[in-house]
């Protein structure tokens, strides 16, 4: 299996001057040790208005940063908004190649659409239409980043005439491409469009085996219709993270932090908001109590806690368990809550040197056995998609000069 961080950058209120500055330069500080340590990916979100739950609006900015501060890990959205209210398809089209090329060929293409009225409202988008607008815009995205030139579009939700959209990715015919899931239903969605499943659910092992069952079911099947130009076959799930020798510590230092990720993205979607004046941790912390300890108590009488929260050893159970459900890459959320900078790169650390090289081990020999029994199926699969014709030089349109730029011209070549 593969390993990735995974970044909302939660900043729950009372705030102090300079604490969104030390919030991302402390994730920076993350990501630049994740990839000495080993992680293959870092991946950051994009949410808008999301006060206290996710200050993560340009991750275009911050994914750039990490590139130029790091070698090997894989450079992630997980996910841009694609939807073309937040992010015009060419501009993303752009900013992806821009950033592939800056980071030498590492970007990870995740897109989503937003899921609160405070990000669909804020932006005029339509909720029931959301999912259809953001396929088509990643299609065109993927089409604009590998055809030269682009023949422009007359679609549904949005049109482009025909244009070169430059520069174009590293990677050849553009980086992977993954979709935001969170259910059985979006997993089908992904598998359908040949795209990496991005399972942003909490689920236990029985339910990621039958997610994943689901996904390669399809991606075998004729159903399996690409997007893109290529298909990528992977599925990866978060996991709640925080690693001590001392399971209480471990639990100590983290489980507020995910606990209250949960209870702030339920809140977004029940309750009402009022811009500027959220309270969500003041409203979790009246609502959950002190339960911390009683938490603590309850771990010493089982085996392992089974949720990322604990031991090396409880870690190595979940992984493991994750793995033989078919799981290609787990995504740590380390950062939640007012977990502690310090103590989320101690966790790094201790799971580098403890628990990553088990599964490091097992991974080449699982990849290659993978890419074996799928290459008929991706085959089949692009041979499926629906693709958009190139265009003869003849039928390229020309645009046309301004005529108050060519008349300029003239007088200025009569003087």
Not at 19 to 39: I, M, P, S, T
Not at 112 to 138: Q, S, V, Y
Not at 266 to 278: E, F, I, K, Q, Y
């Amino acid at each position: 299996m593969r390993f990735g961080v995974f970044y909302e950058l939660q900043l729950p209120r009372p705030w102090e001057e300079g604490d969104e500055h030390r919030l991302f330069h402390e994730a920076l500080e993350q990501v630049v040790l994740a990839d000495k340590l080993g992680y293959d990916h870092a991946w950051e979100v994009e949410h808008h208005f999301l006060e206290e739950y996710s200050h993560s609006s340009a991750p275009e900015v911050f994914l750039a940063a990490a590139a130029a501060r790091t070698k090997n890990i894989r450079i992630g959205h997980g996910i841009r908004q694609v939807i073309p209210n937040y992010n015009h398809p060419a501009r993303t089209a752009e900013a992806l190649a821009t950033l592939d090329i800056m980071s030498n060929g590492r970007v990870e293409f995740g897109f989503g659409e937003g899921a609160t009225r405070l990000e669909l409202g804020g932006f005029n988008i339509p909720a029931k239409e959301k999912r259809a607008i953001a396929i088509e815009a990643a299609e065109q995205i993927a089409n604009m980043m590998t055809m030269t030139p682009y023949p422009g579009f007359e679609g549904q939700y949005f049109s482009m005439p025909c244009r070169n959209v430059i520069p174009k990715p590293m990677q050849n015919p553009h980086p992977p491409m993954w979709m935001a899931c969170t259910n059985r239903d979006t997993i089908r969605v992904a598998a359908s469009l040949g795209v990496g499943a991005l399972a942003f659910s909490f689920v236990d092992p029985e339910e990621a085996k039958n997610w994943a069952d689901i996904y390669y079911g399809i991606i075998k099947s004729d159903e399996c219709k690409p997007i893109g130009h290529s298909v990528n076959a992977n599925i990866a799930m978060v996991s709640n993270f925080s690693l001590h020798h001392d399971r209480a510590e471990a639990i100590r230092r983290g489980h507020e932090g995910f606990e209250f990720f949960g209870y702030a993205l339920n809140a977004l979607v029940a309750h009402d908001t009022v811009p500027g004046r959220s309270n969500l941790w003041g409203s979790y912390i009246e609502a959950r109590g002190n339960r911390t300890e009683e938490i603590v108590e309850a771990s010493k009488r089982a085996d392992a806690i089974a949720t990322g929260i604990g031991t090396p050893d409880d870690m190595r159970k979940h992984l493991a368990a994750f793995e033989e459900a078919g799981v290609d890459q787990v995504i740590f959320m380390q950062q939640a809550g007012r977990n502690k900078h310090d103590q989320i790169c101690e966790s790094l650390e201790l799971f580098a040197a403890e628990v990553m090289p088990d599964f490091a081990a097992r991974r080449v020999e699982r990849e290659r056995k993978k890419a074996e029994e799928l290459a008929p199926y991706i085959e089949a699969a692009l041979n499926r998609k629906n693709r958009m014709p190139e265009l003869a030089d003849e039928d390229i349109p020309v645009v046309k000069a301004s005529v108050k730029k060519a008349q300029v011209n003239e007088n200025t070549a009569a003087d």
